[in-house]
């Protein structure tokens, strides 16, 4: 029996055992025997979370690109790593091999040294889904300049503090990007951007839609000369196991965004580790996760957990409905892809669809389908179980955070019987727990509570970039000696884990994961706008929809109100992204408010969502009456 691949339920039980039982032990032999060391470690972990400290094997040296890249050129070199997939069907699909992404690493990773970066400077990655994207990711990695991939849908202003919260010295881009039929111009958004990042010396441009763009004298560089003269040797640089490897943003209930700093050694067993055994990936397997690699999901099971296995790991430019709704599954059966990882949203919004879209299309090579980023509904989850895994492929329903680094819970394909919207069981190595209103953890089976992880996981983000306060306070501090996930969930009869949603202001719409804090933050900035609440609403095909409570400073009149709803939603547009505009507006004289001051949102939840049958206790708020006054203006808007 192999600790590394899990193949039987009998074998997941003892492998879980162990895990927990000698997590070190378990953890050093993984780490042994799968990957490649400059030097071992002399210590598997030490962890306090209190402080909250955790290191995995300290000592150890490595570079994650040998693991990913060099490990596999004798033998799989000719193996393709990445299968590129554009946005337009008509123009050819790419195979980059193992040897030709080695070469291209290499170049990109001496265009960096030869524009100044060095080892633990930060690279602000701000790229459509094109191969430099993780070409990019992986030459920081290779010089151990830390990565920090922001998400192209992501507004100036956004990407502008993203930037500067990490002093990216440099920004690698492009003209622009292709989504569907339309044209993006991403380097418009960094020009605008970058008026108000100093730091930035170096922007790096790919070319992709032969726009023409305006590039600032001295610090704008077309990529491709660079990269053609560059040499295609590099040697990577040695890190040590606890170096960041990358920072990625993700959104919390107050504040500005989190910058996630991800290590090296631990991030890399931990993804990799997961990777194999919940897509059961095995050689010559043509592996395709949707995600962007600008979120955690692309990050590790696009580039580094396939990578670091050899496997082949499609990447997609474009979007489910172009040129029209059988696209992806144009691209299972002109690929032949065996695991296919998508979001619920993705599902939701192709189940309303005619099934002649799928129907037309060969999916039989399909073993295994995964959900990630939101719980799943049973409807959507019986649809993508029937008409695209046709019941012959389990579904693997993946829980796991931005801040995990790789997924927690979730089944193991033809291992772990599954039941529609149950992540099911924990991972090797992760202890879950489910806490009460008192903090005390519940014991037993058919509880429900707040998730929380109450032992370490190679994978944990290990801070907050510049803020390790807020990273004790986000996470470790509700509970004592233990990681709170933001997350409700249940245990069943057999201990399956259902994992109920959000129990923290934050809200997932289409998969995304946004705070509401900035999003008020973004409306309060209208010089009409007096405060502002927003709530999220269960949506058919989105999960959520976006519900705001305004006041205005002066009630205005209703034509007026319509030019604010859409002034309201542009400075969202413009503070955040397009993803964060809210579906309904609601302009009401007050917020319902404790005597502290404090907004309910748990009543402005019932509310927007229409039910206001029990509303609960409302005798604690300051002025009673404004309920009245928003329930009857959330009829009026019908
Ligand atoms: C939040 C984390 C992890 C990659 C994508 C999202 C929710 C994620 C599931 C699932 C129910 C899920 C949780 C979590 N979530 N996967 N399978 N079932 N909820 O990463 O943006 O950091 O969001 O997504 O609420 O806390 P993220």
């Known amino acids: ?48 979370f209190s402080k909250p400290e955790i290191k995995w094997f300290e000592g150890a040296k490595l570079n994650i690109t040998e693991n990913c890249i060099d490990r596999h050129l004798l033998g799989k070199g000719e193996k393709t790593a990445i299968l590129f997939e554009p946005n337009d069907p008509k123009e050819e699909a ?13 170049q990109f990773a001496n265009v960096l040294k030869e524009n100044g970066v060095k080892k633990g400077d930060r690279v602000c990655i ?49 003209d622009g990007s292709y989504r569907g039929a339309k044209t993006i111009d991403l380097k418009g958004i960094v020009d605008e951007a970058l008026k108000e990042c100093e730091g930035v010396e170096t922007v790096l441009v790919a070319k992709r ?26 040697e990577p640089e040695i890190m040590d196991a606890e170096d960041p490897l990358f920072i990625l943003y993700t959104s919390g209930s107050t504040g500005k965004p989190k910058g996630m700093v991800h290590s090296t050694a631990g991030y890399m067993v931990y993804t990799a580790y997961t990777f194999k055994n919940v897509f059961q990936y095995r050689d010559g397997d043509i592996y395709w996760c949707t995600a962007d690699i600008g979120w955690i999901t692309g990050h590790s099971y ?26 992806f599954w144009e691209i299972v059966e002109k690929h032949k892809v065996t695991q296919f990882y998508t979001a619920p949203t993705a599902i939701r919004s192709l189940a309303k669809e005619s099934l002649s879209y799928l129907e037309k299309h060969d999916l039989s090579s399909l073993k295994v389908l995964g959900s990630v980023g939101e719980p799943i509904n049973e409807e959507a989850w019986h649809w993508y179980n029937d008409n695209v895994g ?57 509880v429900e509570g707040r998730l929380c992880i109450k032992f370490p996981w190679p994978g944990i983000a290990r801070t907050i970039w510049g803020n390790h306060q807020r990273y004790k306070e986000t996470y470790f501090s509700a ?41 008020e933050d973004a409306i309060n900035e209208h010089p009409a706008v007096a405060e502002s609440a927003i709530v999220g609403c269960p949506h058919d095909i989105k999960g959520n929809a976006l519900y705001g409570f305004v006041t205005l400073k002066e009630t205005g009149e209703s034509r007026m109100q319509v030019n604010l709803r859409k002034e309201i939603n542009q400075i969202i547009t413009e503070h955040i992204g397009p993803i964060a505009k809210l579906d309904t507006i609601q302009f009401t004289p007050g917020l319902p408010k404790t005597r502290s001051g404090k907004i309910m949102r748990r009543i402005l939840r019932k509310i927007a969502c229409g039910d206001t049958s029990n509303l609960g206790d409302i005798s604690t708020l300051q002025d009673p009456e404004v309920v009245q006054q928003i329930i009857e203006g959330r009829a009026a808007l019908e």
């Open 209 to 234: 839609i032969n726009s023409s763009i305006n590039m600032k004298e001295g610090r704008d560089k077309w990529l491709q000369p660079l990269l053609d003269k560059a040499s295609t040797a590099c």
């Open 479 to 519: 509970y004592d000696n233990k990681y709170f996930t933001g997350d409700g969930a249940r245990r069943d009869a057999v201990g399956y884990y259902r994992i109920t949603g959000r129990v923290d202001d934050v809200i997932i719409v289409s998969g995304h994961n946004l705070g509401t804090a900035p999003i």
């Open 390 to 446: 046709k019941n012959q492929s389990p579904i693997v329903d993946t829980w796991w955070q931005t801040e995990t680094g790789g997924i927690m819970i979730s089944p193991i394909p033809y291992v772990t019987p599954t039941i529609p919207t149950f992540a099911t069981m924990p991972m090797p190595g992760v202890q879950p727990a489910l806490m009460n209103e008192n903090g005390e953890e519940l014991q037993g089976n058919l």
């Open 126 to 174: 701000y790229l459509p889904m094109i191969p430099e994207l993780a070409i990019s990711i992986l030459a920081c990695a290779r010089i151990g300049a830390i990565h920090s991939v922001v998400f192209a849908g992501f507004s100036a202003t956004a990407l502008a503090t993203r930037i500067n919260d990490c002093d990216c010295k440099m920004v690698i881009t492009s």
């Open 302 to 327: 696009i580039v580094y957990g396939p990578l670091a296995n050899g496997a082949t790991t499609v990447m997609f430019e474009g979007v489910p409905n172009y040129p029209d709704f059988s696209r």
């Open 94 to 106: 790419q195979h980059i091999t193992y040897n030709s992404l080695h070469k291209r690493v290499n």
């Open 1 to 48: 029996m192999s600790n590394y691949h899990i193949k039987s339920l009998e074998e997941y039980f003892k492998i879980y055992r162990k895990s927990i039982r000698e997590p070190e032990l378990f953890w050093e032999e993984v780490a042994e025997e799968h990957f490649a060391w400059r030097k071992r470690w002399n210590k598997v972990l030490e962890w306090d």
